[in-house]
Protein backbone atom coordinates (compact mmCIF):
# COMPACT_ATOMS: atom_id res chain seq x y z
CA UNK A 1 0.00 0.00 0.00
CA UNK A 2 1.42 3.25 -0.85
CA UNK A 3 1.85 6.08 1.87
CA UNK A 4 0.25 9.47 1.64
CA UNK A 5 3.77 11.24 0.87
CA UNK A 6 4.12 8.56 -2.25
CA UNK A 7 0.39 9.64 -3.09
CA UNK A 8 0.84 13.22 -2.96
CA UNK A 9 4.01 12.57 -5.67
CA UNK A 10 2.28 10.78 -8.08
CA UNK A 11 -0.38 13.21 -8.28
CA UNK A 12 2.01 16.26 -8.32
CA UNK A 13 3.73 14.11 -11.64
CA UNK A 14 0.15 13.24 -12.72
CA UNK A 15 -1.05 17.14 -13.20
CA UNK A 16 2.38 18.27 -13.69
CA UNK A 17 2.47 20.39 -17.21
CA UNK A 18 -1.57 20.13 -17.01
CA UNK A 19 -2.75 21.65 -13.78
CA UNK A 20 -0.89 24.67 -11.68
CA UNK A 21 -2.02 24.37 -8.02
CA UNK A 22 -1.66 27.17 -6.17
CA UNK A 23 2.26 27.61 -4.59
CA UNK A 24 0.44 28.01 -0.90
CA UNK A 25 -2.37 25.70 -1.43
CA UNK A 26 -3.29 23.41 1.23
CA UNK A 27 -3.03 19.38 0.14
CA UNK A 28 -5.52 16.87 1.62
CA UNK A 29 -4.62 13.30 1.11
CA UNK A 30 -7.75 10.90 1.63
CA UNK A 31 -8.19 6.76 1.98
CA UNK A 32 -10.38 4.86 1.02
CA UNK A 33 -9.71 0.67 1.67
CA UNK A 34 -8.37 0.31 -2.07
CA UNK A 35 -7.93 4.55 -3.37
CA UNK A 36 -6.45 7.38 -1.92
CA UNK A 37 -7.46 10.89 -3.26
CA UNK A 38 -4.88 13.87 -3.15
CA UNK A 39 -6.90 16.81 -3.18
CA UNK A 40 -4.88 20.38 -4.32
CA UNK A 41 -7.38 22.50 -2.44
CA UNK A 42 -8.24 26.07 -3.35
CA UNK A 43 -9.11 29.10 -0.58
CA UNK A 44 -11.90 30.73 -2.05
CA UNK A 45 -12.95 34.23 -0.49
CA UNK A 46 -15.83 34.84 1.69
CA UNK A 47 -18.77 35.26 -0.22
CA UNK A 48 -17.41 33.65 -3.64
CA UNK A 49 -18.85 29.76 -4.98
CA UNK A 50 -17.08 27.93 -6.98
CA UNK A 51 -14.97 24.71 -6.83
CA UNK A 52 -13.09 23.96 -3.80
CA UNK A 53 -9.88 22.66 -5.46
CA UNK A 54 -7.81 22.78 -8.33
CA UNK A 55 -6.93 19.51 -8.95
CA UNK A 56 -8.24 15.90 -7.85
CA UNK A 57 -6.42 12.83 -7.75
CA UNK A 58 -7.30 9.73 -7.22
CA UNK A 59 -4.66 6.89 -6.99
CA UNK A 60 -5.24 2.91 -6.78
CA UNK A 61 -3.60 2.64 -3.00
CA UNK A 62 -2.22 -0.75 -3.62
CA UNK A 63 -0.10 -0.31 -7.34
CA UNK A 64 -0.15 3.61 -7.51
CA UNK A 65 -2.04 3.92 -10.85
CA UNK A 66 -4.02 7.25 -11.17
CA UNK A 67 -7.53 5.84 -11.64
CA UNK A 68 -8.93 10.06 -12.25
CA UNK A 69 -8.29 13.56 -12.79
CA UNK A 70 -10.27 15.91 -12.07
CA UNK A 71 -9.81 19.78 -12.33
CA UNK A 72 -11.84 22.10 -10.28
CA UNK A 73 -10.74 25.71 -9.68
CA UNK A 74 -7.91 27.59 -11.97
Known sequence: MITEDEAVAIARQA???????????PIRVDRTDDQVIVTFEVINPPGVRGPDFSA?????????EVIEILAGAD
Do not use: F, H, S
Not at 15 to 21: A, C, D, Q, R, Y
Not at 56 to 64: C, K, L, S, W
Open 15 to 25: IEGKITPEEDA
Open 56 to 64: QVTIDAYTG
